[in-house]
């Protein structure tokens, strides 16, 4: 087993910088017709001394107003009306008062003039607490009221609860705001315009300000998260504002508000954490823990529908993770416009209906799909469609046709069709997408022709044919071979957005949504809509929360939220989960209101997360914190995935081969075995794979091929080591004029150009090779040695396509479909399998109502190998 190590991350040191901007600080300013102190808002950052500055101001002009001396305080004799505050009514008792806000009341003399929300242990003592106030003379607070909050000049007003009243050891009088976010003040930011105006999000973020800053008393209507966006407006009575989300700024999480305990918004027990028990687990938690750790407890089974699916590393990895946790997750779905991955897809899961297809069709079929299902009274509630009442009327018409018009008929060749085999939307025939008709296209079988005169058809031509389509919508809806709204459990995919990829120069940064590149974002959040699922994650590169200040992140975040979905934002590193690759990619969980929102799984293995996150995102790390003491195994390297590997040539042709030898590490062991082992079920002793398959490279051309060559199988050997390339003392390449040029038999420089003016000469990465201790920065989708290291480390030959998906996690079963490039396409553009399948183990426990305190989940310690039941043994005995 790899050892166990410390590890250290940045996280906490983000949360903890993020938190502070959050904070409301104080800030004291005069209006025009009054002094009154503002507050800086919950999204407003304030550096700490010029917060001391202004609360000594606003020190002044409290103290003033309690002693009703306000003149002498400000020093103002321009006339202007002072502004007044007073707590009405008795002070709470003593005891009670020190046993709800303990803190305030442990002896430490602390004057408002140096307190600091941004110094954590500094707590403004209390002399005593009340329960209702009186500001500008008429306005009455009470504790717990909803209330606005001045703002500077031109500002919104802030949105608080106001969650204590006290005076200070120094006589000044405060409240402590708990902040309401408007979207605007949220992750969502400049993208608010998706969240109704009215909508706010509560917040855990609290301070302590001047008792004058309050300005009105709000009713902010809170009601649960509800799907039912329609019925939610019409439920809403009059209010300011309304509330059904409590929002985190770690990993922008935006979740059920707690359940609203007035009593308990204290120092021993906030609203944050009402919903979790002593125990630190929640009530759902502790009812299902049973289920969640018993193994044979299997059924039901639960559906899964995975977008832009690839080979299907994603939902392979999601469901391996949630079996492990006891939720039987199967992929039903998955659609992908590529055919070979489809193909890959398909031979590795049987049981799913792949439909090799665009998103944006897939959307509209499902939406023609329940129509039809609604037409043939299949589903409860049926809408009559008139698109498909008028079609089929026609065969009705037809058959009460003229003489004339049959007589006519009977002229014609008359095809009759024998049965509908498939359905979609769209053109099946047309050659380009902009050529492609839309509508709905069923496949038939011709009576008396075999399955080559098979045909795609428009339904529109099938207008007679209403009761073969009628077998055939009967038998998909009963065989759910399209999911209907409510039908799927889980949507998971990855969205392509070209659009924003570093590579690409014509990113429009103004409206990424505009670009076409970006639009699969649109769809998928469509579909996630339209089917309504239980659970979604989506996946993508950095990118997403980097271009554009973030926009497409802001997007997808403000549309989970649209939907009244929870949601929660991770960004993970493969590494960190048992690879030898560092790969961070974005995560995106929505959960509706009626779960537990899936938490993050912590890293198992220590890998330091690297990579550029913007500064704001990098709340959303998914990492332990700065200097939390945990063991984690080493991290792995190239050797511990691929040196069992037999050695294989620059021109290997079999896809399929012996291994030749054993595992010899702990990882290759475990990637060996076969699907049951993986999940610790009943298997034969001679269960795992003894065939090797896509051990195969990408053929080099001879010029490459005779490079390589020359390469020295060192580390860090690379183009740089071939005759008349000389590094200079700035580490960039340069010609060595002594020596001169070398040509290849095809007459071709043995040194490209490319290769020494690539990142102006300042890479090594042209031809290297990867070494057997290093760390691979990200798996590709081209196997192309001229700008990236990817060459075998001790043979002359890229990484082959099996070598490649070892780095990416995908176990040895897996098989993939199509030409070499697109078998390497299909495992560069995977989510690591790893990664899936930890994110689906959480997914799992989430489903069971089992989620812990807060967005991290530890996982247990064997993770993945919870119920190995195979020895090593009987592994080795296969290879
Ligand atoms: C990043 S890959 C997904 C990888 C996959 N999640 C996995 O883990 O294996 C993106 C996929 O989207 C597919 N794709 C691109 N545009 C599409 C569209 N409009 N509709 C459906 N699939 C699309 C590509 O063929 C590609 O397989």
């Known amino acids: 087993m790899p050892s166990k190590r410390k590890t250290r991350s940045n996280a906490s040191t983000a949360v903890a910088a993020n938190s502070d901007s959050g904070s409301g600080s104080v800030r004291s300013c005069s209006r025009k017709s009054r002094k009154k102190t503002v507050v800086e808002g919950p999204a407003a950052t304030a550096a700490a001394e010029e917060v001391a500055l202004r609360q000594q101001q606003q020190t002044r002009v409290v103290d003033a107003s309690v002693n009703g001396n306000a003149d002498a305080a400000n020093g103002s004799d321009d006339g202007e009306e002072e502004y007044s505050a007073r707590f009405l009514g008795d002070p709470v008792l003593e005891e009670e008062a020190k046993r709800r806000w303990p803190?305030?009341?442990?002896?430490?003399?602390?004057?408002?003039?140096?307190?600091?929300?941004?110094?954590?242990?500094?707590?403004?003592?209390?002399?005593?607490?009340?329960?209702?106030?009186?500001?500008?003379?008429?306005?009455?607070?009470?504790?717990?009221?909803?209330?606005?909050?001045?703002?500077?000049?031109?500002?919104d007003n802030y949105i608080c609860k106001i969650v204590e009243m006290f005076e200070a050891v120094d006589g000044t009088l405060n409240f402590t705001a708990q902040w309401y976010y408007r979207a605007k003040d949220t992750v969502i930011k400049n993208l608010h315009n998706l969240i109704d105006p009215k909508r706010v999000f509560f917040s855990e973020i609290q301070d302590d300000n001047p008792l004058d800053c309050l300005l009105e008393k709000l009713n902010i209507y809170r009601l649960p998260l509800n799907v039912d966006l329609e019925a939610k407006k019409e439920t809403i009575p009059t209010c300011n504002y309304y509330c059904d989300t409590f929002y985190?700024?770690?990993?922008?999480?935006?979740?059920?508000?707690?359940?609203?305990?007035?009593?308990?918004?204290?120092?021993?027990?906030?609203?944050?954490?009402?919903?979790?028990?002593?125990?630190g687990r929640s009530e759902?938690?502790?009812?299902?823990?049973?289920?969640?750790?018993?193994?044979?407890?299997?059924?039901?089974?639960?559906s899964l529908l995975d977008l832009y699916c690839g080979c299907g590393a994603m939902s392979t990895g999601l469901c391996l993770g949630a079996n492990l946790s006891g939720f039987n997750l199967v992929t039903r779905w998955a659609v992908d416009k590529n055919e070979h991955a489809c193909e890959s897809l398909k031979l590795n899961h049987p049981e799913t209906e792949v439909r090799n297809e665009g998103a944006e069709d897939f959307l509209s079929l499902l939406k023609e799909w329940e129509k039809l299902c609604s037409y043939f009274s299949l589903i409860q509630n049926p809408v009559p469609h008139e698109q498909y009442v008028d079609l089929f009327k026609a065969e009705e018409d037809d058959d009460a046709g003229t003489d004339e018009e049959n007589d006519e008929i009977e002229d014609e060749e008359v095809f009759e069709v024998s049965e509908v085999l498939a359905v979609c939307y769209g053109d099946p025939n047309a050659k380009k997408e902009e050529e492609k008709e839309k509508g709905l296209y069923?496949?038939?079988?011709?009576?008396?022709?075999?399955?080559?005169?098979?045909?795609?058809?428009?339904?529109?031509?099938?207008?007679?044919?209403?009761?073969?389509?009628?077998?055939?919508?009967?038998?998909?809806?009963?065989?759910?071979?399209?999911?209907?709204?409510?039908?799927?459990?889980?949507?998971c995919g990855g969205p392509p957005c070209q659009g924003i990829s570093g590579f690409n120069r014509f990113r429009n940064k103004l409206n990424p949504l505009d670009d076409e590149q970006n639009k699969q974002l649109i769809v998928y959040m469509d579909i996630v809509q339209y089917l309504q699922p239980k659970f979604s994650l989506m996946e993508n590169v950095v990118d997403l929360v980097k271009f554009a200040d973030g926009y497409l992140g802001r997007y997808a975040l403000g549309r989970l939220l649209q939907m009244n979905y929870q949601s929660r934002m991770g960004i993970m590193a493969a590494g960190a989960y048992g690879l030898p690759q560092f790969r961070l990619r974005v995560f995106l969980w929505g959960a509706q209101p009626s779960q537990k929102l899936p938490q993050f799984p912590l890293p198992t293995h220590d890998v330091?997360?690297?990579?550029?996150?913007?500064?704001?995102?990098?709340?959303?790390?998914?990492?332990?914190?700065?200097?939390?003491?945990?063991?984690?195994?080493?991290?792995?390297?190239?050797?511990?995935a691929i040196s069992d590997l037999p050695p294989v040539a620059n021109n290997e042709h079999r896809d399929e081969m012996p291994y030749g030898g054993p595992p010899r590490t702990e990882f290759q062991r475990l990637i060996r075995l076969s699907k049951s082992e993986m999940l610790g079920l009943p298997t034969s002793s001679k269960c795992s794979e003894s065939t090797l398959y896509d051990h195969r490279p990408l053929k080099l051309n001879d010029d490459d091929y005779q490079r390589v060559c020359r390469i020295p199988k060192k580390k860090g050997g690379c183009f740089r080591d071939l005759p008349g390339v000389r590094v200079r003392p700035d580490n960039k390449v340069e010609w060595d004029p002594a020596v001169e040029r070398q040509y290849l038999e095809s007459g071709k420089p043995l040194v490209p150009d490319y290769a020494m003016t690539f990142v102006n000469g300042a890479s090594s990465k042209p031809f290297a090779r990867l070494w057997w201790d290093e760390?691979?920065?990200?798996?590709?989708?081209?196997?192309?040695?001229?700008?990236?290291?990817?060459?075998?480390?001790?043979?002359?030959?890229?990484l082959t396509i099996r070598e490649n998906a070892r780095l990416q996690g995908f176990p040895d079963y897996y098989k993939l479909c199509g030409p070499i490039k697109q078998r390497y396409m299909q495992v560069g553009n995977a989510v690591a399998v790893p990664v899936a399948r930890a994110l689906g183990y959480t997914l799992g426990l989430a489903f069971q109502g089992s989620v812990t305190e807060g967005p991290l989940y530890n996982l247990p310690d064997k993770f993945p190998m919870l119920r190995e039941r195979v020895s090593s043994v009987s592994t080795e005995e296969n290879a």
């Open 608 to 640: 330091i997360v690297r990579g550029v996150i913007p500064l704001e995102f990098e709340i959303c790390t998914v990492a332990y914190s700065e200097g939390q003491d945990v063991d984690l195994q080493s991290k792995l390297l190239l050797e511990d």
């Open 284 to 302: 759902v938690n502790s009812q299902h823990s049973e289920a969640v750790h018993h193994e044979e407890n299997k059924e039901p089974e639960f």
């Open 775 to 798: 760390t691979v920065p990200t798996v590709v989708t081209r196997a192309e040695p001229h700008n990236q290291a990817i060459m075998h480390p001790e043979q002359d030959r890229v």
């Open 103 to 155: 803190k305030r009341y442990q002896g430490k003399t602390q004057t408002a003039r140096s307190r600091s929300n941004s110094d954590e242990d500094v707590i403004l003592q209390a002399r005593r607490h009340y329960t209702q106030a009186e500001v500008d003379g008429m306005l009455l607070f009470k504790l717990y009221d909803d209330a606005h909050v001045k703002a500077a000049e031109g500002e």
């Open 248 to 279: 985190q700024l770690p990993y922008s999480t935006f979740i059920n508000l707690p359940s609203e305990n007035k009593e308990t918004v204290s120092e021993t027990s906030s609203t944050i954490s009402s919903e979790v028990d002593a125990s």
């Open 442 to 491: 069923f496949k038939v079988s011709w009576k008396g022709y075999a399955s080559d005169a098979d045909s795609w058809e428009p339904i529109k031509g099938l207008s007679n044919c209403k009761e073969r389509i009628k077998v055939f919508v009967t038998r998909g809806f009963q065989s759910k071979i399209l999911p209907l709204p409510g039908d799927v459990d889980v949507i």
